[in-house]
């Protein structure tokens, strides 16, 4: 390790301990933190079942930067070329048009098999992995409807498409021993202020029981639900909105997804972790970066990003958060976006870690709101990033921006080529 790194972490670390900190044990807790890096950065979601499809259900990617990949081959490769240069061992978030196959198959008839490369990769590379069904960007998804579809045919489709996408998702979980984690979510709404906004929740509560009817087992598979306040086609009304979700979750024990993305845009998740920890199993987080719509940029640390950190740490809700990516930018090198994303998440966390939690609350409580405010301020410029370096120097992954050079090389080499 180099000495600067190795000194500067020795300062660091004493700097904290005077304020009763345990760096070291802030490191052995921050090893357990897995993020689930989203697949579809890497190709701006086509997948690889339709890839002709135009992207459809209010979903857009921008930009037109050399080296998308082409394969899922291609696809594996920047992944692993992207956790080479993150600290930890992490999860792949993998869509259902991300199926590895040889044959012709439609949604509603993937199984297991059509998935095994993946899940042999993963085993090589120590990942886990998660699931979604792909309900978008489908010839039966075209007017904007999917489970809650007036048709009963098309409606069906889609149920039976999200029953197979959960025997995949317990299947990657019995596999590679990690909980797979499949979440739902549906375009499904309407331009312009419907006549009946009943109907639709009601067909699509009765599609999501068709679809949870099975029972799997929760150590291989665990259902998610995932809101949106609008999207594009579904300005003015959308089936699934928060308010139903956290509903429909809580009455029948799923997870409910907060999308950073998905709310008003003053609007912001890392408030409704608290409360709605009091009510549910657990959380899954899609952590992105919305700007004035749900535009998932690349995550920055901006303000809400170390909110959500905190709210992760000092609520002591990572036990029982699931926490994934979710931005897709085609402006930029792609290996570079999961790379600044996912670095970005995790020293967010580790940054709440290296706060004195217990000081603030006692100052709270006492009604010492100087105190309170004063700490918070101070620590802001605490040299949390020499904890973090030395964080990365250890996982060997390089520190700081070494690793820019690393993703400048594999796109000469690599991603140019293609």
């Known amino acids: 390790m180099d000495k600067n790194v190795q000194a500067n972490y020795e300062l660091a670390k004493e700097l904290y301990a005077s304020h009763g900190i345990d760096v070291d044990q802030v490191l052995k807790q921050l090893e357990n933190v897995k993020i689930s890096m989203h697949c579809w950065q890497g190709d701006d979601v086509k997948g690889f079942l339709n890839r002709d499809q135009d992207l459809t259900g209010g979903i857009s990617v921008t930009g037109n930067y050399p080296g998308a990949a082409q394969t899922p081959a291609q696809l594996r490769a920047d992944l692993e070329k992207a ?19 040889d044959e012709k198959v439609e949604l509603n008839d993937l199984e297991p098999k059509h998935f095994e490369r993946w899940v042999a990769w993963c085993k090589e590379q120590g990942l886990g992995l998660d699931f979604n069904p792909t309900c978008f960007s489908h010839e039966k998804s075209s007017d904007g409807f999917t489970l809650s579809h007036s048709d009963p045919e098309i409606r069906q489709f889609w149920i039976d498409h999200c029953k197979a996408s959960r025997k995949i998702g317990a299947y990657f979980g019995e596999q590679l021993g990690q909980t797979c984690v499949t979440n739902i979510w549906v375009p499904d709404g309407y331009k312009d202020v419907p006549a009946d906004r009943m109907a639709p929740r009601q067909r699509l509560k009765s599609a ?31 089936v699934g909105s928060h308010e139903f979700y956290m509903g429909y979750g809580i009455q029948n024990n799923k997870l409910i997804c907060l999308d950073a993305g998905h709310f008003h845009p003053t609007e912001v998740i890392s408030n409704k ?12 987080l899609h952590v992105s970066r919305p700007m004035r719509w749900d535009s998932d940029h690349v995550v920055t ?34 290996v570079a976006a999961w790379v ?35 700490l918070t301020e101070e620590f802001k410029s605490y040299p949390f990033g020499a904890i973090w370096d030395y964080y990365c120097a250890s996982k060997n992954v390089p520190v700081r921006e070494e690793w820019l050079a690393e993703v400048k090389s ?9």
Do not use: C, W
């Open 83 to 101: 956790f080479s240069l993150i600290p930890g061992k992490h999860k792949v978030n993998l869509h259902a048009i991300y199926a590895d196959t």
């Open 208 to 238: 999501l029981d068709e679809v949870f009817a099975e029972e799997l087992n929760p150590a291989h598979n665990l259902d998610a639900v995932e809101s949106k306040l609008f999207g594009l086609g579904s300005e003015a009304y959308v």
């Open 273 to 284: 972790l608290s409360a709605l920890s009091l009510f549910t199993d657990g959380i899954l």
């Open 301 to 334: 640390m901006d303000d809400e990003l170390i909110e959500i950190g905190r709210e992760l740490v000092r609520g002591n809700l990572l036990g029982k958060t699931h926490i994934g990516l979710d931005f897709f930018d085609a402006s930029i090198n792609r």
């Open 340 to 374: 600044i994303g996912t670095r970005n998440t995790i020293k967010a966390i580790l940054r709440a870690m290296l706060d004195p939690v217990e000081a603030l609350k006692k100052a709270e409580l006492e009604g010492d709101y100087t105190t309170r405010l004063a």
């Open 410 to 418: 594999y796109e000469q080499e690599v991603l140019l080529k293609r």
